[in-house]
Nanobody
């Protein structure tokens, strides 16, 4: 079974940047695609943010972050990055990574522990 670990969260002001990392270990054969999700404070729903698949240079994005966030991957070290720029208060939340079905945001069900991002105005 794959294990996922997020890191890189923090507190920034509006317009700031952060880079999140999702490290995959264990049984990674199924981890062709990794997606990032955000859970806003007080909300149960995890909303899709971005995802990328092995062998792809470009990821795919929720419209709310397209042009501000960039997802990339290091296939050698099994790390997926989420570079976040021009951050807004509505980007605040706990960010999780998960394996997703290719081309979608449908999770296979394995999640990391999350990393907190706080954007202040």
């Amino acid at each position: 079974q794959v294990q996922l670990a997020e890191s890189g969260g923090g507190s920034v002001q509006t317009g700031g940047s952060l880079r999140l990392s999702c490290a995959a270990s264990g049984d990674t054969y199924r981890s062709k695609c990794i997606g990032w999700f955000r859970q806003a404070p007080g909300k149960k729903e995890r909303v899709e943010v971005a995802a990328i698949c092995r062998g792809s240079i470009d990821g795919y994005y929720h419209f709310a972050v397209a042009g501000r966030f960039t997802v990339s991957h290091d296939s050698v070290d099994n790390i997926v990055y989420l570079q976040m720029t021009k951050l807004k208060p509505e980007d605040t939340g706990t960010y999780y990574c998960t394996e997703v079905v290719d081309g979608t945001f449908v999770s296979f069900g394995t999640w990391g522990q999350g990393t907190q991002v706080t954007v202040s105005s």
